[in-house]
């Protein structure tokens, strides 16, 4: 018996590449990211400058993740709601 030969993921790659240049992820959830990488004093106060101007319990604001680079720079991603009702 044979096994059948793998269908060509060409498509599938385009479509993928396409939707990841448009921003797909950003449509599909509602929510506004930006990515920061600043020295520990920086970031905390970039964090804080978010919560102030857009808060939490409004525009659902919140360090989605954050990692820490050589130097004692954080590396996060601050994560909002495009707008509040």
């Known amino acids: 018996m044979r ?20 921003g797909a992820r950003k449509d599909r959830d509602g929510f506004v990211r930006e990515t920061f990488a600043l020295p520990r004093t920086a970031a905390r106060a970039k964090a804080r400058e978010w919560f102030d101007r857009w808060p939490r319990q409004a525009y659902w604001t919140e360090i989605e993740s954050w990692r820490e680079r050589p130097d004692d720079v954080i590396e996060f991603t601050m994560r909002r709601l495009s707008s509040a009702d």
């Open 3 to 22: 096994v059948p030969a793998r269908p060509p993921l060409d498509s599938l790659k385009r479509t993928l590449d396409r939707a990841r240049a448009e």
